[in-house]
């Protein structure tokens, strides 16, 4: 906090983490409120791997 307070960052920087902060809190209220695809589901691929 002291590096901030004797240098803040550029209004820039501060756009990003903010744009940042609020995309990932978007994302967690649509899976909230609307649910996970079951296309982003990952299946387990058991012992095998990828073969049938």
Do not use: H, N
Not at 13 to 36: M, P, S, T
Not at 40 to 50: I, L, S
């Amino acid at each position: 906090m002291a590096k901030w307070a004797q240098r803040p960052p550029s209004e820039k920087r501060v756009k990003l983490v903010l744009g940042v902060i609020v995309l990932c809190l978007l994302l967690v209220a649509i899976e909230y409120f609307i649910g996970w695809p079951d296309w982003m589901t990952v299946e387990p691929a058991g012992r095998r791997g990828w073969l049938p």
